[in-house]
């Protein structure tokens, strides 16, 4: 006689686009109830997942975010985490960071034992976890729009530097109308959006207020 392994009924979620809506939704946190949609409102939002409370590569992570908590703060970015945990061991972690590493976690994390953030957002990858998160940051505009999504898997921590590096291009790009090229950091060239007519081509090659390469291809200093 053979037997099968039991499938495990997932509720689906939706399909989170770049550009697209970031889902609302109400939680409770280690700082009270919040409601996406009028937490923070007009501010940038870094919604981040991890694994579990009380393990080490998520121990190194928020100690990470609590450092850079407030060079985002100046980029007018709030942070919120989230892990499938209860609030109490949110609570209880938090503190334990703090006593045994001196590290204040200034920001709210959700409490999502129902999974519901979780499943809303995508965060739960069936062939890593049933149980736990992957490692999401989803960057939301003060519009709530989802700008940016990036994933790691349970066993690799975040790079700081990147998740700093998108919110400044993010913000270059929406206050210039430019892009940002490879490896961009502030300080460095944008790129100039090409034209869009065989004239603006012409145009775009002889002119002196940007560094063109071609026509399709120019840079200039902000």
């Known amino acids: 006689m053979t037997t099968t392994a039991p499938t495990i009924a997932t509720e689906q979620a939706p399909r989170i686009e770049l550009n697209g809506p970031a889902p609302d939704f109400e939680a409770n946190t280690t700082h009270g109830p919040i409601r996406l949609s009028t937490w923070q409102k007009d501010k940038w939002v870094i ?17 990470e975010f609590a450092k850079n908590n407030d060079a985002l703060v100046a980029k007018n970015v709030a942070v ?16 334990n960071i703090e006593e045994k590493f001196g590290v204040k976690i200034p920001f709210p994390v959700i409490a ?15 062939p890593s976890s049933v149980t736990a998160a992957v490692r ?18 349970l066993n690799v921590g975040r790079n700081f ?6 919110v ?13 090229p490879a490896n961009w950091r502030p300080g460095d060239e944008v790129i100039v959006p090409a034209p869009m007519t065989a004239q603006g081509a012409q145009d775009r090659v002889g002119n002196k207020d940007f560094a063109v390469t071609d026509w399709y291809f120019s840079k200039k200093k902000i």
């Open 47 to 63: 919604l981040f997942s991890h694994p579990a409370d009380f393990t080490p590569v998520c121990t190194t992570e928020f100690i």
């Open 161 to 166: 530097d990147e998740i700093i590096r998108v």
């Open 168 to 180: 400044d291009a993010l913000q270059m790009a929406d206050a210039n109308g430019v892009a940002c």
């Open 80 to 95: 919120i985490g989230n892990s499938i945990d209860s609030i109490y061991s949110h609570i209880a972690w938090v503190r």
């Open 112 to 126: 999502d034992l129902d999974q519901k953030v979780a499943r809303l957002y995508g965060m739960v990858h069936t």
């Open 136 to 153: 999401c940051v989803f960057f939301i505009d003060p519009k709530r729009n989802v700008r940016a999504m990036i994933y790691y898997p």
